[in-house]
């Protein structure tokens, strides 16, 4: 029997049974308190690579600063950026400003509730135009994340690499046979809750799976083998060389234009390092001859999702007048220690301010 006809013969008893496991069990988490759509996008996007846990104190935050999406449309990406800091993989905060702005101009500041309205924003894929669409407008959408994708290898026994299309493909088509019926919404985070707490990818709690006898795998005994370890992506190595420059209590911050690894936030200036290059010729190039650079003062070293991050300080002295931003940059400034908490600043620039500084 293939898994689509698996799906199909043990459908209606699977749903029962998980659904009924998800509303004894569901953890007690604030943005399933609410059906606005606004907020289950926000907890969505949010949620993508970032701990349960990490999300709920930054969630609570970013909707009392932000209430409504025509409040983050007409915010400034920098205050956005500013209230996503620490959380990482600001790409989301920078699309979530984009498509707050396209909903204002095209759905007079409601989300759409059609799948293909809102795949058509930024920063909306398949995944996250299902969640929305089923969790807060009740529609028959089909999702599939890490989680999701696990469970429903073992329960019918895909195989299959993570990344595979077939896989891919197979996947979305089980998922979307298995969300049409009552409660959607509910079905679909209750197969996430499921693979968050139950189907976890090492060790399993299967004696307490609420859809333990129609599992594939487990009757199979390849519960450990499905689905197959994700190839780990090579590690980049990035080296910046950073200038430090102070005047009086102040530092030198410059915002990066929109787009790539860090766009739309605050840091010390700083350039990416060639291969062979030194931190002083590098930093010169950037700021050109009005800066004095001085010799590395520190090695910070932090990882990254993909890559292993090396931060190499330099000292340098700028002359009274700033005049126009290097490239790379919108703007720069003097920024006081009182001013610098209310900019979006990445978490390893936060350390290295602090390092340079003698905060730590």
């Given at each position: 029997m293939s898994p689509v006809e698996?799906?199909?013969?043990?459908?209606?008893?699977?749903?029962?049974?998980?659904?009924?496991?998800?509303?004894q069990h569901q953890r007690d988490l604030p943005w399933r308190k609410t059906?606005?759509?606004?907020?289950?996008?926000?907890?969505?996007?949010?949620?993508?690579?970032?701990?349960?846990?990490?999300?709920?104190?930054y969630w609570t935050k970013f909707l009392a600063r932000f209430e409504t999406v025509t409040a983050l449309a007409e915010a400034e990406l920098a205050d956005v950026l500013?209230?996503?800091?620490?959380?990482?993989?600001?790409?989301?905060?920078?699309?979530?400003?984009?498509?707050?702005?396209?909903?204002?101009?095209?759905?007079?500041?409601a989300l759409p509730d059609g799948v293909e309205q809102l795949l058509s924003l930024p920063g909306f894929g398949r995944y996250t135009a299902?969640?929305?669409?089923?969790?807060?407008?009740?529609?028959?959408?089909?999702?599939?994340?890490?989680?999701?994708?696990?469970?429903?290898?073992?329960?019918?026994?895909?195989?299959?690499?993570?990344?595979?299309?077939?896989?891919?493909?197979?996947?979305?088509?089980?998922?979307?046979?298995?969300?049409a019926g009552a409660r959607p919404g509910d079905w679909n985070q209750a197969l996430m809750e499921l693979g968050a707490t139950v189907c976890v990818p090492q060790n399993p709690l299967c004696l307490l799976c609420p859809v333990r006898t129609s599992c594939g795998a487990l009757a199979s005994g390849r519960v450990d083998a499905l689905p197959p370890p994700k190839k780990?992506?090579?590690?980049?190595?990035?080296?910046?060389?950073?200038?430090?420059?102070?005047?009086?209590?102040?530092?030198?911050?410059?915002?990066?234009?929109?787009?790539?690894l860090f766009g739309g936030l605050w840091e010390l200036p700083a350039v990416e390092l060639p291969v062979d290059g030194t931190g002083t010729h590098a930093l010169a190039q950037?700021?050109?001859k009005r800066a004095t650079i001085g010799p590395e003062l520190i090695i910070l070293e932090r990882t990254l999702t993909h890559r292993d991050l090396f931060l190499r300080l330099h000292p340098v002295e700028l002359g009274a007048r700033l005049g126009k931003p290097p490239a790379g940059y919108l703007e720069w400034r003097w920024v006081s220690a009182?001013?610098?908490?209310?900019?979006?600043?990445?978490?390893?620039?936060?350390?290295?301010?602090?390092?340079?500084?003698?905060?730590?």
């Open positions: 698996q799906a199909r013969a043990i459908k209606r008893e699977v749903r029962a049974q998980l659904l009924r496991w998800f509303d059906k606005d759509p606004y907020g289950v996008w926000v907890s969505e996007v949010m949620l993508q690579q970032t701990q349960v846990d990490r999300v709920i104190r500013s209230m996503w800091t620490g959380l990482g993989y600001y790409s989301r905060a920078r699309n979530l400003h984009r498509a707050a702005k396209e909903i204002v101009e095209k759905f007079g500041g299902g969640a929305v669409a089923s969790i807060a407008f009740g529609l028959e959408a089909p999702l599939v994340d890490g989680n999701v994708a696990r469970v429903l290898s073992r329960l019918l026994e895909i195989d299959g690499a993570p990344g595979d299309r077939q896989r891919e493909a197979l996947l979305w088509e089980v998922a979307e046979l298995l969300v780990a992506a090579k590690r980049k190595k990035l080296e910046l060389a950073v200038a430090v420059a102070r005047k009086g209590n102040a530092v030198l911050l410059a915002r990066r234009e929109e787009k790539g950037l700021l050109g009182k001013e610098r908490g209310a900019l979006g600043m990445s978490s390893a620039m936060q350390s290295a301010i602090a390092e340079s500084l003698g905060e730590t």
